[in-house]
């Protein structure tokens, strides 16, 4: 249960992302939940068509689209009234609902009988997809292709989360220390303004 309400909390601080998103590109409604929706569920749908995890997940738990909803509606007339709100608190909260969504890529992977490999790789897909799909349609480069640490933390905490079961460390450990690990990784990147070194070819 408390996966599932970290999951929840996840859906709609990702949805929350794409409509501030769209408040800034002065979309319609429409374009509002639009966006949000891509952003909160667009990874996770990708994941479960890739595995075959048929119908996905938002079909048969619609308490994901109504998350969706209340959050677009909540956010667009908490933007029309502005309230001074410290400048970490999207980020951290943001980082909380990463961290969450790459464990549970990462174990719905295992449970369709992936090798770690490519739980690692849903996992980040988990994470980030429904971010990259926000940002193309944003026309804006998606973040995981900056030198901000994002999909990097998504990898490690994925790469601790399927170590730690290969190891044979129980179930529920290996998930707490992959989710630990990613938004740990994140929360420092945040508070330390890490990144990767850029890529450019000498003039």
């Excluded at 009234?81 to 990462?106: E, S």
Aim: aromatic residues 8%; positive net charge; proline residues 4%.
């Amino acid at each position: 249960m408390l996966i599932y309400f970290l999951d929840m909390f996840g859906t709609a601080v990702f949805a929350a992302s794409g409509v501030l998103l769209a408040g800034r590109l002065r979309m319609d409604p429409f374009g509002v939940v639009v966006l949000a929706s891509v952003t909160a569920i667009g990874g996770g749908t990708i994941r479960d068509m890739a595995l075959g995890a048929t119908p996905v997940f938002w079909i048969t738990d619609t308490n994901y689209l109504w998350m969706i909803f209340a959050t677009c509606l909540i956010s667009m007339l908490a933007i029309r009234r502005p309230r001074q709100i410290p400048w970490y608190i999207l980020p951290v909260a943001d980082a909380i609902g990463l961290a969450v969504f790459v464990a549970i890529g990462v174990e719905k992977a295992l449970r369709f009988g992936a090798s770690p490999m490519v739980a690692v790789i849903m996992g980040v897909m988990t994470g980030c997809g429904g971010g990259v799909i926000r940002d193309v349609l944003a026309r804006e480069i998606p973040m995981v292709l900056r030198t901000e640490v994002y999909a990097t933390a998504c990898i490690l905490g994925g790469i601790i989360h399927t170590g730690a079961l290969i190891i044979h460390v129980d179930s529920a450990v290996a998930t707490l220390a992959g989710i630990i690990s990613t938004l740990t990784i994140r929360l420092a990147a945040i508070r330390w303004h890490l990144s990767l070194p850029t890529f450019a070819p000498r003039q």
